[in-house]
């Protein structure tokens, strides 16, 4: 295993710092040969475009749009009011060092995604401050059933050079509704095509049934979501979602399980922070599957006040 840099990076990831301290390059430019899309949230489609703004033109698009399943966006997730709570909630806590210039806040089990072995660690649940946010997700249909067993706080900046790699999250233990809250920032997440059908645990997908059909409803057919890998005929553009502050998204389907993401360096223009949410795979929800997944689950149910020490 390598050893993280004092700034937090190891091997390939890299932020503003190392690449000075170090004289490492950053990463592969992005391939756009096939296009950039904008997706709207208000067509649920994708248009020709790069910035984040080009959805404030609605509904005068320009160019011929196209489909990007997977994806839902309630822009109004969040009050002025509730947004403070959550950024003075977790600004009240110590952040830990991320890789590629971010920070994080972690709460929830310890998962080894190539052994697949899954630990409660020091899981004792959630934050008191960022409750209602579980509770508010109930008010959506995508969302019915989602249990969190994972909340993450990452924080962006654009003075560390903060960004995140492409990938798609783990298919063995984490669900497929991958959910974000958006805080202080308008930001951009930028899907490409994934062309590693072999990582991240994908073949785990054929294994358990879909929660969500392709249109958001629940899925109570049983059947599981089919990954698509890349064809060498394929052409497939770059498409970039929307992540204003105040807003959730969340990540089903296509968008989830054939479309790795990213987010750019370019794309932190201010301080960022968002609120990462994960649910388990179906095997993991099942009764008496394994003890450690129940002492999880029940754990997930718990939120606790922060008493910060002093020193
Ligand atoms: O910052 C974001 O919105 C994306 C974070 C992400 O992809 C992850 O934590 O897996
Ligand atoms: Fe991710």
Not at 108 to 128: I, T
Not at 230 to 253: A, E
Request: charged share 30%.
């Amino acid at each position: 295993m390598d050893k993280p840099r004092p700034c937090g990076c190891k091997g390939c990831r890299t932020c503003l710092i190392c690449e000075k301290d170090y004289g490492i390059q950053k990463q592969i430019p992005l391939d756009m040969e096939n296009g950039m899309y904008i997706y709207c949230p208000f067509c649920n489609k994708a248009y020709p475009g790069w910035n984040i703004e080009d959805y404030n033109s609605h509904p005068n698009h320009s160019g011929d749009a196209i489909e990007y399943p997977g994806i839902y966006i309630d822009l109004n997730f969040l009050s002025d009011d509730e947004e403070k709570v959550l950024i003075n909630g977790v600004d009240s806590m110590p952040w830990d060092l991320s890789q590629s210039g971010r920070r994080k806040q972690n709460f929830g089990p310890k998962c080894n995604f190539k052994k697949k072995k899954l630990r409660l660690g020091d899981f004792q649940g959630f934050p008191r401050f960022s409750e209602f946010v579980q509770k508010k997700f109930s008010d959506h249909r995508v969302l019915k059933n989602f249990q969190t067993i994972e909340q993450c706080s990452l924080e962006y900046t654009p003075e560390r050079g903060a960004s995140i790699d492409p990938h798609i999250d783990d298919c063995w233990i984490w669900g497929e509704r991958i959910v974000t809250v958006n805080l202080i920032s308008d930001s951009v997440l930028t899907m490409t095509y994934n062309d590693k059908p072999k990582r991240y645990n994908l073949d785990c997908v054929s294994k358990y049934p879909s929660v969500l059909t392709e249109t958001g409803d629940i899925n109570n057919s049983g059947h599981s979501y089919t990954v698509k890998p890349l064809m060498n005929s394929d052409k497939h553009p770059v498409v970039r979602i929307p992540m204003p502050k105040k807003s959730l998204l969340v990540m089903f389907g296509a968008a989830r399980y054939d479309w790795e993401h990213q987010i750019l360096r370019d794309d932190v223009k201010e301080r960022r922070v968002c609120l990462a949410y994960r649910e388990f795979t179906p095997p993991y929800l099942v009764e008496g599957k394994e003890d450690v997944a129940k002492q999880i689950l029940l754990k997930a149910q718990e939120f606790w006040d922060y008493k910060r020490v002093e020193m």
